[in-house]
T-cell receptor, first 115, second 117 residues
Framework: GAVVSQHPSRVICKSGTSVKIECRSLDFQATTMFWYRQFPKQSLMLMATSNEGSKATYEQGVEKDKFLINHASLTLSTLTVTSAHPEDSSFYIC???????????FGQGTRLTVV | AQKVTQAQTEISVVEKEDVTLDCVYETRDTTYYLFWYKQPPSGELVFLIRRNSFDEQNEISGRYSWNFQKSTSSFNFTITASQVVDSAVYFCALRGDSGGSNYKLTFGKGTLLTVNP
C-alpha cells in the first residue's frame, strides 16, 4: 500500500513555543491531506482538510490561527501548533488521499507533550 | 450527516476465543466506503479493510472476517481464534461520496480489545 511518513513521532516542547509536524506522501501525489487529533482513550477527531495549493478547511471549534496548516506541494503538508499549551498535548495523525478519495493512508502519528 | 457507532467500548476475551466487533453506520449517501483500522499501543493506524457500498460480499482474510449488511447498516468484524497480538483498539470508519464530504473519514469511538493468554 501507499506510504505516508509523519515526523516527528514524538515531541516535547515548552509551553508558549511552536511545533511543526510534517506529513509526507512517499509514493503518490496527495491532493488532499487530513489532520486528526486524538486524546487518550478517545476517537480520532478531524481538525482540518487541506487541498494542495488551497487554504485549509477547519472543522468547527478548531482554531485556525493556532493550528496552521500548509499544503504547498502534492507530497507535503505541515501542521504547526503555535504557542502550544499543555491542553494541546495530544496524538496528532495525518492522512493523505490521492484525490480519488476511496483510499486514505495514515502517517504514524506524532505524540505531542507540552510542558 | 454521517455517523459511526461502535457500541462496545471494551471487550476482553481469552486467547483462542472468537470475537465480533460491531459497527453500525448512518449516511444519506448512496455511495460510500467503510473501513476498519487497528490501532496498537504504538498509535499508528493499521488499515485492515475497505468496503464500498455496492459490494455486500462478506470477506475473509486469514483469521479476520467482515460481515456487511446494508439492510441493517452494519459492518461487523470477527476475529477467529484470537491471539494476544490482536489486543488493540479497533476503529470502524465511514467515508461518504456526496462530494460535500470532501473524502473525510468519520470514525467510530473505537473498541478496545484485550486478548488474555
Amino acid at each position: 500500500g501507499a506510504v505516508v511518513s509523519q515526523h516527528p513521532s514524538r515531541v516535547i516542547c515548552k509551553s508558549g513555543t511552536s511545533v511543526k509536524i510534517e506529513c509526507r506522501s512517499l509514493d503518490f501525489q496527495a491532493t488532499t491531506m487530513f489532520w486528526y487529533r486524538q486524546f487518550p482513550k478517545q476517537s480520532l477527531m478531524l481538525m482540518a482538510t487541506s487541498n494542495e495549493g488551497s487554504k485549509a478547511t477547519y472543522e468547527q471549534g478548531v482554531e485556525k490561527d493556532k493550528f496552521l496548516i500548509n499544503h504547498a506541494s502534492l507530497t507535503l503538508s505541515t501542521l504547526t501548533v503555535t504557542s502550544a499549551h499543555p491542553e494541546d498535548s495530544s496524538f496528532y495523525i495525518c492522512s493523505a488521499s490521492n484525490g480519488q478519495g476511496a483510499w486514505a493512508f495514515f502517517g504514524q502519528g506524532t505524540r505531542l507533550t507540552v510542558v | 450527516a454521517q455517523k459511526v457507532t461502535q457500541a462496545q467500548t471494551e471487550i476482553s476475551v481469552v486467547e483462542k476465543e472468537d470475537v465480533t466487533l460491531d459497527c453500525v453506520y448512518e449516511t444519506r449517501d448512496t455511495t460510500y466506503y467503510l473501513f476498519w483500522y487497528k490501532q496498537p499501543p504504538s498509535g499508528e493506524l493499521v488499515f485492515l479493510i475497505r468496503r464500498n457500498s455496492f459490494d455486500e460480499q462478506n470477506e475473509i482474510s486469514g483469521r479476520y472476517s467482515w460481515n456487511f449488511q446494508k439492510s441493517t447498516s452494519s459492518f461487523n468484524f470477527t476475529i477467529t481464534a484470537s491471539q494476544v497480538v490482536d489486543s488493540a483498539v479497533y476503529f470502524c470508519a465511514l467515508r461518504g461520496d456526496s462530494g460535500g464530504s470532501n473524502y473525510k473519514l468519520t470514525f467510530g469511538k473505537g473498541t478496545l480489545l484485550t486478548v488474555n493468554p
